[in-house]
């Protein structure tokens, strides 16, 4: 262990140590704020709602996105809602359950402190989107409605139709066109980061890439913020966005940002299976199918007749034959798990036996189809749309695929890397949601870290720095930086081999889902720590990236991105072999309880296991840092849904 | 189980805002169960390593909510199926043997960066313009002080509900932004939230906006292209709002004069 | 507004001919109103009401036609002498006339202004065919029915109120002028022809007023489009059998 793992928890009782906090770090006066740069990189819930609110507070903020507009980051694309402990319902929600249960959630790999604040804020996120008009869904009479999500037996979860990270999303974007306008925000859209500078080991700024015209400069700063998403494209094919990558955390990370728990991946059951090989991604059903659909594979193998050809007596609905007090409300990794199991025997239905039924046939014959229509009518236009398949008629088919990672770069109290002045926001960093993330709280992390945390606890910061100016960009620190990601790019250029960029990503995701994915056991994980270094050196040796680097070149955008994946993934199956327990969305195979549950092992890994960069050669170089986790208010069980 | 279709397709290719460009025919064959964009990932695979240009087209989620894709697609914005984004569309809506056109977003204020991918800052600058609710963060009251009738908050959310994918411009013969423009002014103009600042907000968005694009004739093409089916009813209310912000904010000035 | 440096495909493009906010708003408020497009078919909105409102009263009016000589002369002859005792003779149909050569010149300068913005809003036209769902024959042509209504216009004047265009014209004998001009079949299609058109013009321009007012509540908005398809209907069909009762032999 080499790195200083100090998370700087405040002290006192759980419930006070965020306003003790705000009480004790250094300020940044107003008449002050406008001498320092900061710079923020990501334009999604936590990167829009940043600098926004450091606009507002009067700071000279820069942001990046590599989109043509903030708008557009994938925080856009949450379904479900938000969570927040606002106890309208009067069914005995408080900010200590919803903290409660988001920490028992995350299978008691996260930390305490952060998850309470997390709690805390929440409810001022709501109040702050109410204000910003997003049009939550109301009630009759004019207040707020909730509704229930997986993994909480209250009624928490705002929501704006289906669309309610759409509309967080604009109102944050909203905010964040307002500052524009002030000009206290300078916009980089279709601007990419492609590195961190670092000048006496701290964060001054970044190297990026325009890709309008493929032009590489650097940006200078007091800060760094970096809310730059997950890494779930390193499968390739998963419910992120296309562009969603790693390259930003990647490259804190080789700069000397600790990446932590980059194993936990979270696999969202209901998802419609991919139709063939060219596939692009994979497209999310909510959740809420679950509450009416039953879930059900033929009980032999290989049964390719019709749905509706199989009789009663020869189905098997798994879940509840398993789990007879859930049912098909089992969370989320323990559904997902067990589609796999079913499809794995080979009792897996669709063209490609590659899925389960999600049948609704029962639910048709007792509430009838008008009710069914008003409760996922759009949910079965949009499945027709993409599958052509009637699910009025035929059972939906459904299997799980990667959602969302709960791993990222590690931070401290104050969302602060390991390098000091780089911060690392919303799904960027690993904080709050340990090993499994509860539907409805990605919104709420992402915003919390935006709107509340990073803009107060950057000033305990930047405090210090007042008086100085950022480092002149023509600093060795700099220019080094620029040379680097210029020689990067050059030589992916000059490779010209024979496949494209997708042809290695494919094959990298393959190699990841199949060892590193559902489950995950140590015979497949060695192999996967075989397979994934030859697969990057095929690609950095047979890669083809056509066009012009100094210009728009889409291929380049990914090939840039895809050659972190190809690293990152290494560090991910590491991580992953290394912790010899199952947790969450973490389930290893050699851990599991008799009845196949995950089996968390609490003496030996209840820490964050933080990794430090060493070396190209990853799997062998990365160097483990522990940071112990301790539970004072919450005791450790182990979950169970018999 | 899926069919194989063989497709003809006519795409634009255009290397840059100022050059000149032209469609390029393509053959291919793919299934009826690829999306429009997998079709066209396809097609770019099968260039590169033909050792020629990929296409460039703009796309990010894949599933019809960030708005970054859309085409033209045979004349029509998304193409052939009624709200639905490009990225949404299908190949099964299309036959065997069909020669397909696709083209860019064409107006003045969308200019061409490369090929099937327009500059579509101009709708960032409305938003900029006043398409907000000017509230500091913190500053906000508790969410349920204001009740909202539950069906205002239902139009709310109608017009809330535009991806900014620019289809609208694309369809009207006129070039004009005045759908988006109208669901994201009205979608605060409805609310009691947005009251403070709706008069400014209506003369400044429609002041920006007209700085790109042209005018509303009323031909309703816009919400026939619209992926979130929008309705032009928020263009009525828009219009109403304008004229009204034209008095009311006079009088806002000499009030400002007197006080 | 702030954006990046200079970034040609990242800044909103500038076009040419568009409107340009002036930071003062010290021009009177008629003026900074019609700066706008939305202003401007408001604009179009309110005067196309009350020419609309004038087509259905002359449409009106000349169904005296069918009460014969005696009473449609009066009643062309009283549109004289409105108010007369108090005003004098003509004044009012003189500010009506004026009021009306008003609109006619407001609602045309804005239609123009408004095509000329439009023709720049989108320089390079689709190269492929495009596909219009919404945007009917009557939408789509409402700049050509227009001017072809307005120099039918200037004709109807010409014909039946200065009478230079009529070699049979006889000053005071309104009745007599209509039979004799729509007596000429060709003039009588003419005519039949150019109200057609007006119809269609109308059938568009009748819902288009309200969305271009505001006039929008989801409870009645099925009822706008009936409005429209009725006013121009009816007054199409008035219009229309005008020439062709003189062609018959209905009126003589």
Redesign the interface.
Known sequence: MTLNLDAHIPEGPLADKWTNHKFDLNLVAPNNRRKFEVIVVGTGLAGA?AA??LG?LGYNVKVFTY??????A?S??AQGGINAA?N?RNDGDSIFRLFYDTIKGGDYRSREANVYRLAEVSN?I???????????????????DNRSFGGAQVSRTFY??G?T???LL?GA???L??Q??LGTVT?Y?RTEMLDLVLHEGRAVGITTRDL?NGEVSSHSGHAVLMATGGYGNVYFLS?N???CNVTATWRAHRKGAAFANPSYTQIHPTCIPP??E????L??MSESLRNDGRIWVPDAEADNRAAADIPEDERDYYLERKYPSFGNLVPRDVASRNAKTVVDEGRGIG?LNNGVYLDFGAAMERFGVDTIQERYGNLFD?YE????ENPYEVPMRIYPATHYTMGGLWVDYNLETTVPGLFALGEANFSDHGANRLGASALMQGLADG??VA?TTLAGYLADWLGTDPVPIDDPAFTESHTETQDRINRLMSING???V??YHRELGKVIWEDCGMSRNRAGLERALVEIPQIREQFWTDV?V??DPN??N??LEKALRVADFMEMAELKVRDALHREESCGGHFREEHQTAEGEAQRDDENFAYVAAWEYGGEDIQNDAVLNKEPLEFDNVSLTQRSYK | ??NMLNLTL?V?RQD??DTAGQ?QTYKTT??????F??ML??V??EL??A????I?F??????G????CGV?I???AHGP?KG?ATC?L?M?QFSDGDTI?I?PW????F?I??DL?V???????I???G??????????????AI????HA??A??DA??C??CGACVAAC????A?LFTAAKMQ??NM?P??QAERYTRSNDM???M????????????C???CPKEIT??F?????????KS??VN?RR?GEKKVG | ?TQATER?????????G????SDA?AKP?PV??MS???????IMAISGIALMGFVFAHMFGNLKIYLGPTDYNDYAHSLRTLLHPIFPNGFLLWLMRLGLIAMFLIHIGSAIS?TR??Q????????????????DFA??T?RWTGWIVFFYLIYHLADLTWGWANPDFVYGDAYGNVVASFERWYIALFYIVANLLLGIHLY?GG??I???????S?RY?GIRRGFAVTFAVIVTIANVSFPLAVQFGIVS
């Not at chain 1, 989109?67 to 557009?72: G, I, L, V």
């Not at chain 1, 709501?126 to 707020?144: H, K, N, S, W």
């Not at chain 1, 060219?278 to 991604?281: E, V």
């Open positions: 709602g926004a609110t507002e989109h043509d507009s903030p708008r557009r994938h856009i694309a606002k309208y001022n709501i109040d702050q989107a109410t204000a910003q008009g997003v049009p939550f869904a109301r009630e009759y009479g004019g207040g707020l704006a139709r669309q990270g759409q509309q604009l974007y909203q905010a066109a307002r524009i306008h916009l859209n309008l419910t966005a296309k562009a139709a063939d060219f596939q692009s991604k497209t999310l063209p949009m749309r993409i599958t052509g709107y509340f803009p024979t496949h494209t997708d042809h083809k056509p066009g210009g728009w889409q291929s | 189980m899926s006519k634009w840059g805002p469609f793919v299934a009826d169960d690829a999306s964009l997998e990932d396809y770019n695979e590169i390593e050792d020629e240009i990929p460039s703009d796309h990010d989620c894949r599933e909510i960030c708005g970054s033209m045979d004349g029509r199926q639905t949404q299908h099964r056109e083209e064409r107006a003045a204020g200019p960066i490369k991918v500059n579509r800052a101009a709708f960032d600058r938003i900029e313009s398409g907000y609710i000017s509230v500091t963060t913190g500053a906000a009251e508790e969410a349920n009740p909202i009738p539950k908050a239902d709310a959310m809330a509900a991806i900014g013969p006129n070039s004009a005045n979608q605060l609310l939230q947005g429609v002041e920006r007209e700085q790109f694009f042209g005018s509303c004739t009323n031909y309703g093409e919400q026939e292209a032009i009813d263009i009525a209310m828009m219009n109403r709002d304008y004229v034209q008095l006079r000035l | 507004m040609p495909g990242a800044e909103a493009p500038k076009v040419k568009h409107h340009n906010p708003k408020w900074e109103f706008t497009a939305v202003g401007k078919k408001w408004l913005m439009n720049t809003s989108r320089p390079v036209k689709y190269q492929s065919q495009r596909r219009y769902l919404a945007a939408a789509r409402m568009h819902w288009s309200f969305q271009s007012l505001g006039v929008n989801p908005n």
